[in-house]
C-alpha cells in the first residue's frame, strides 16, 4: 500500500516541477531568463542543460523517494527489541552502482565535447565587434572594413538578426564577464588577454546583458544591453554612430591595459 | 609548595613557570584552559570558537539577505556589500567548517582509536591559538576602515577567491586585502599543524589490534582530509605570498600591466580551492557513516568500498580545478578534459550515497536527532551531487556560470551536507563529553526549521541563477523578476538562525538539565563508548586491545551463522577482563605549556607588522622565536 501512495507522491512532485518549468508563469518572467533563448547559442545551451536537468531530476525524484521509503518501512517500531539481520555488504550490488552511474555519464559526454568544440570555433563570414570591460562599464568597437577609426558605442551592442557575430573581448583594468543570458552564456574578459566569443541573434529585441565576474565597487551596475536589429536598421545605425563621432571629435578608444 | 624554611627562596623565573604549569594541570581555572594540551579540551575550544564565528558569519548572512530581499535596496552600499560578502565567504570556509571539522578531530579520533592524546599534543595546541589569532586578525580588519559606527568598514572587499587584479593595490587600495591575504596565511599555518599532526596520530597512535581496515570510518575520512590539507594548504599559501609580494613589494605577479598574469592566481586558487571543499564535506560524510549504523543498527554497508570511494575522491579532487574557469578561455581541450574530470568524481559521491541508504535498509532505524541531521545530509547533499554534475556539462555551465545557481549548488554541498554532518556530529557526540544527553524535542525542533529554512533559502537562489541572476552583486532593478524568489530565500535565511537559536537553547538547556548519558547512551559501536562520559584525562585506563572493526558492538554482540546478532552475555566476553574504570593512577600525560600560545602569538604580531611597520614584524618574530625557544627546551613531561 505505501509503495502506491509514495509513487504516487513522487508522480506529483514530478509533475508539479514540470508545470512549474513550464508554466510561463510571471514568477519566472526575467529579461536575464536563460530558459528563455533569442539566440543560437543560448538556444543550444538551453537544449544541453535540459538533456542533463531531466534525468538528474528523475534521479532526484527516485533517491529521496527511496530514502523515505526506507524511513517508513525500516523504523524501529515500537516494542521490538530484536536487531536486524547484521548486512556488511554486497560485492554485485557496489559493482551495479558504480557501473550504472558511469553507462548513464558517459551518455553525457559526446554533446558535452560537441558542444564545447562548437562554441570554441570562430564562425566564418562573422561581424567582428571589440568589446571592452572596464570599472563599470562596455565600450564597444565595430572596427571599419578600411582599417580608419571603428564605431564606437557605450553600454548599448547593435547587432544584425541572424548573423554570426565574434567578439573579441578586452579587459582596460579588472577582470569582467560578457554576458547576455538570453543569446549567449558569459566569457570572461581578462586583462593581458583576448577571449573570443561568438553569438547569433535570431529574434529581434532588445535584450538585457551584465557583467558576471565581480568586479568592485558597482560591479551591479555594470550592465548593457543589445539590439538585434535588421540589417538596414542595424546599417543605418552604424552610419548614426560614425556621423555622431565625427562631428564630436571623439577619439578612438585606447586599449591599454594596467597603467 | 611554599618552604617551611624561614629565609624565602628567591622566585626566578623557572619556579614561576613550574608553578603555572602545576596550576594548569590541576584543570582547574581559567589558566588551566590557557596552558592546556589535551585534545579534549582543545578540541572544544576549536568548537567554541569556531561556533562563535559561526555566529558571526551568519549575521553577515543575514545583512546580505536583508540586503537582496527587495530590488535596489539601500540597506548596505555597494562598499560595505562587498567586504561583508567576502567576510562571509571567508569566515564560513576558514572559521567555522574546517576548524569545526577540526573539534571533531580533536575530540573524537584520539578516543575512537583507543589512545590518551594526539601525537604531538602541543603542536595542536599551537594550532588552536594560531586559528584562533588568525580569525581574531582576519576580523579585526572591520575596524581599520575609517568610523565603524558610521558605517566605514575596513574589511576585504575581494569576494573570498580574491581574483587578482582586483586585489591588488591600485583596485583595492585600503588595507582589508592585506589583512585577508595574511589572515589566511596564519589560518593555513594552523591547518598544516593540525594536518600533519593527525596523520601521525592516525598511522602510529591506534591500539593494538587496530589495522587499518578496523579504523572506524570518520578516523579514514580524518586521514584523507589531513593528507588533503597538507598538500593543499602549500598551494595557496605560495598564491598568497606572490599576492604578498604584490601588494606589499610591488612585486608583478598578477599585474597584467607590467606582464604579470591574472588567471595564474585562479588556477593556485582552484588547485587549492577544489580540495579545499572536500576538506570541508569528507569529514561530515565520515561523521554521517558513523551515524547511520549506529541508529539503524546495522554495520556499514560496504565498508572498504566507503572508504575507497572516499580516498579516490581525495585523489580526484585535484584533477577539476579549472571547472571553476571554463569562461575563462582556457580552451577546448582543457574544458572538455576538466568536464569530463568532473563528470568521474561524481561516481565515488554516488557510490557514498548508495552505501548509506543500504546501511538504512533492513535496519531497525531509531530516530534520534543525530540520525535526523544525517538523513538530511544525504537528503540535501544528493540535490548538492547532482547540481554539481550539471556543472560537468560544460556549455550549459557558460550560462550557470557565476550565477545564483552556483551559490545554491554550493550550500547545498556545505551547507546542506557539511553543516548538517556537522550538527550530526554535535547531537551524536555531545552526550561523551559533556555526560549528559541533548534534549530530543528541542533537537527535532532545530531540525525541522533549519531543513525547512534550508531548503527555503537555496532552492529559490538555483531558480534565480537559471533566471540569469549573477552572484555578487549588490543589488538588482525592478523588473527582472527576481524580487520575490529573493524575498523567499531572506525568509528562509531568518528561519535558518532562528532554528540556530533553538540549538544554542538546547545546549545550554541539556549541560544543565540533561538526561545523565552513560558510558554508552547509543549503544555504539566504536571504542570512545567503552569509557566514562564525560572521559577522564587519560581516556583509557588500559589501552584496549582492537579485535575487529566496530570492535565494542562485537563485544556486546555476537552473529550467529545467518548474521542475526545475539547478545553476548555480561562477563562472558574475552574482553571482560579489561577493567576500563581503572582510577588512572601513575599515567603519565603531557604537561601543559604555554610555549605554544606564545609561539602563535608572535604570527599576528609579525603579519600586522606586514602592514604597518617592520619594526612590528621584528617584535613579532622575538615572540615567536621565544615561543619557539621555549617549547623546545621545555620537557615534555614532569
Redesign the interface.
Given at each position: 500500500m505505501r509503495h502506491r501512495h509514495l509513487s504516487r507522491l513522487a508522480a506529483l512532485a514530478a509533475f508539479l516541477v514540470a508545470a512549474l518549468a513550464f508554466s510561463g508563469c510571471?514568477?519566472?518572467?526575467?529579461?536575464?531568463?536563460?530558459?528563455a533563448p533569442a539566440g543560437e547559442v543560448?538556444r543550444?545551451?538551453?537544449n544541453?542543460?535540459f538533456?542533463?536537468?531531466w534525468p538528474?531530476l528523475a534521479?532526484?525524484v527516485l533517491?529521496?523517494g527511496?530514502?523515505l521509503f526506507?524511513?517508513l518501512r525500516?523504523?524501529?517500531?515500537e516494542g521490538?527489541d530484536?536487531?536486524?539481520?547484521?548486512?556488511?555488504?554486497?560485492n554485485k550490488?557496489?559493482i551495479a552502482?558504480?557501473i550504472a552511474?558511469?553507462l548513464l555519464?558517459a551518455f553525457?559526454?559526446p554533446?558535452?565535447?560537441g558542444?564545447?568544440?562548437?562554441?570554441?570555433r570562430t564562425p566564418k563570414d562573422a561581424v567582428v565587434v571589440d568589446v571592452n570591460g572596464l570599472?563599470w562599464k562596455w565600450l564597444f568597437e565595430y572596427p571599419a572594413a578600411d582599417g580608419g577609426t571603428p564605431v564606437q558605442s557605450a553600454d548599448e551592442l547593435h547587432i544584425p538578426i541572424n548573423k554570426n557575430i565574434t567578439f573579441r573581448l578586452h579587459s582596460a583594468?579588472?577582470?569582467h564577464?560578457f554576458?547576455v543570458?538570453?543569446l549567449?552564456?558569459?566569457?570572461?574578459v581578462?586583462?593581458?588577454?583576448e577571449?573570443?566569443m561568438w553569438i547569433k541573434g535570431t529574434e529581434i529585441g532588445t535584450y538585457?546583458g551584465?557583467?558576471?565576474?565581480?568586479?568592485?565597487?558597482?560591479?551591479?551596475r555594470m550592465r548593457f544591453t543589445v539590439v538585434v536589429e535588421s540589417e538596414e536598421d542595424y546599417q543605418s545605425w552604424l552610419k548614426q554612430q560614425a556621423a555622431a563621432q565625427d562631428g564630436s571629435g571623439q577619439p578612438a578608444l585606447a586599449r591599454t591595459?594596467?597603467? | 609548595m611554599a618552604g617551611a624554611g624561614y629565609a624565602p627562596k628567591r622566585v626566578t623565573m623557572a619556579d614561576a613557570l613550574r608553578q603555572a604549569r602545576e596550576n594548569a594541570g590541576t584543570y582547574k581555572g581559567i589558566w588551566s584552559w590557557i596552558g592546556t594540551v589535551d585534545h579534549k579540551r582543545i578540541g572544544l575550544l576549536y568548537g567554541l570558537t569556531a561556533f562563535f564565528f559561526f555566529l558571526v558569519g551568519g549575521i553577515e548572512a543575514l545583512l546580505i539577505r536583508l540586503q537582496l530581499a527587495t530590488p535596489d535596496a539601500t540597506l548596505l552600499n555597494p562598499d560595505q556589500y562587498n567586504r561583508i560578502f567576502t567576510m562571509h565567504g571567508t569566515t564560513m570556509v576558514f572559521l567555522v567548517v574546517m576548524p569545526l571539522s577540526a573539534a571533531f578531530f580533536n575530540m573524537v579520533i584520539p578516543l575512537m582509536i583507543g589512545a590518551r592524546d594526539v601525537a604531538f599534543p602541543r603542536m595542536n595546541a599551537f594550532s588552536y591559538w594560531a586559528f584562533l589569532f588568525g580569525g581574531i586578525f582576519l576580523n579585526v580588519s572591520f575596524f581599520t576602515g575609517g568610523n565603524i559606527l558610521r558605517g566605514e568598514l575596513g574589511a576585504p572587499d575581494g569576494g573570498w577567491f580574491g581574483y587578482a587584479p582586483l586585489t591588488l593595490n591600485r583596485f583595492s587600495p585600503g588595507n582589508g586585502i592585506d589583512f585577508w591575504m595574511l589572515g589566511l596565511q596564519i589560518l593555513g599555518v594552523a591547518s598544516l599543524a593540525g594536518g600533519f599532526n593527525f596523520v601521525v596520530t592516525i598511522l602510529n597512535m591506534r591500539a593494538p589490534g587496530m589495522t587499518l581496515f578496523r579504523m572506524p570510518l570518520f578516523v579514514w575520512m580524518t586521514l584523507v582530509t589531513s593528507f588533503l590539507i597538507i598538500f593543499a594548504m602549500p598551494v595557496i599559501a605560495v598564491a598568497l605570498f606572490e599576492l604578498s609580494f604584490d601588494r606589499l613589494f610591488d612585486a608583478n605577479f598578477f599585474n597584467a600591466a607590467k606582464g604579470g598574469t591574472p588567471l595564474l592566481w585562479q588556477h593556485m586558487f582552484w588547485l587549492f580551492g577544489h580540495p579545499e571543499v572536500y576538506i570541508l564535506i569528507l569529514p561530515a560524510m565520515g561523521i554521517v557513516s558513523e551515524v547511520l549504523p549506529t541508529f539503524s543498527r546495522k554495520p556499514l554497508f560496504g565498508y572498504p568500498f566507503v572508504v575507497f570511494s572516499g580516498v579516490a575522491i581525495g585523489f580526484m579532487s585535484w584533477g577539476v580545478w579549472a571547472h571553476h574557469m571554463y569562461t575563462t578561455g582556457l580552451g577546448s581541450v582543457a574544458n572538455s578534459a576538466f568536464g569530463v574530470s568532473t563528470i568521474l568524481i561524481s561516481i565515488p559521491t554516488g557510490v557514498k550515497i548508495f552505501n548509506w541508504m543500504a546501511t538504512l535498509w533492513g535496519g531497525s532505524i531509531k530516530f534520534t536527532t543525530p540520525l535526523y541531521f544525517s538523513v538530511g545530509f544525504i537528503a540535501m547533499f544528493t540535490i548538492g551531487g547532482l547540481t554539481g554534475v550539471t556543472h560537468s556539462i560544460v556549455p550549459s555551465d557558460y550560462q550557470q556560470q557565476d550565477t545564483y545557481y552556483i551559490v545554491a549548488h554550493f550550500h547545498q554541498v556545505l551547507f546542506g551536507g557539511a553543516m548538517f554532518g556537522l550538527f550530526a556530529g554535535i547531537y551524536y557526540w555531545f552526550p561523551k563529553f559533556t555526560g549528559r544527553m541533548m534534549h530530543e524535542g528541542w533537537g527535532k525542533l532545530h531540525f525541522w526549521i533549519m531543513f525547512i529554512g534550508f531548503n527555503l533559502t537555496f532552492q529559490p537562489m538555483m531558480i534565480l541563477g537559471l533566471m540569469g541572476m549573477p552572484r555578487r552583486i549588490q543589488t538588482y532593478p525592478d523588473g527582472y523578476g527576481y524580487g520575490f524568489w529573493n524575498m523567499m530565500a531572506t525568509v528562509g535565511a531568518f528561519m535558518i538562525a532562528s532554528s540556530i537559536l533553538v540549538f544554542m537553547y538546547n545546549v545550554v538547556r541539556s549541560l544543565k538539565k540533561g538526561e545523565i548519558a552513560g558510558d554508552d547512551p547509543w549503544d555504539g559501536r566504536t571504542l570512545e563508548w567503552t569509557i566514562p562520559s564525560p572521559p577522564p584525562a587519560y581516556n583509557f585506563a588500559q589501552i584496549p586491545q582492537v579485535h575487529a572493526l566496530d570492535d565494542f558492538w562485537h563485544r556486546k554482540y555476537a552473529e550467529d551463522p545467518k548474521g542475526r546478532p545475539i547478545p553476548v552475555p555480561a562477563g562472558a566476553s574475552d574482553h571482560a577482563s579489561h577493567d576500563e574504570h581503572a582510577d588512572g593512577h601513575g599515567i603519565h600525560m603531557p604537561s601543559p605549556s604555554y610555549f605554544p600560545l606564545i609561539a602563535a602569538a608572535g604570527l599576528p604580531l609579525i603579519a600586522t607588522g606586514l602592514i604597518y611597520d617592520m619594526a612590528i614584524v621584528a617584535a613579532g618574530a622575538l615572540v615567536l622565536l621565544v615561543g619557539l625557544y621555549g617549547w623546545i627546551l621545555e620537557p615534555a613531561t614532569e
Open positions: 510571471s514568477i519566472f518572467d526575467s529579461p536575464q531568463n536563460t530558459f543560448a543550444d545551451q538551453k544541453i542543460f538533456l542533463t536537468m538528474a534521479i532526484l533517491v529521496e527511496l530514502l526506507i524511513l525500516f523504523r524501529h517500531r521490538d530484536g536487531l536486524p539481520q547484521q548486512v556488511h555488504g554486497n550490488l557496489e552502482w558504480t552511474p558511469v555519464l553525457f559526454v554533446p558535452t565535447i558542444g564545447i568544440v562548437d562554441l570554441g570599472q583594468d579588472v577582470i564577464s554576458w543570458p538570453k549567449a552564456g558569459k566569457t570572461d581578462i586583462p593581458g588577454r577571449n573570443h538585457s551584465q557583467c558576471a565576474e565581480f568586479c568592485g565597487l558597482d560591479h551591479a591595459e594596467g597603467d | -
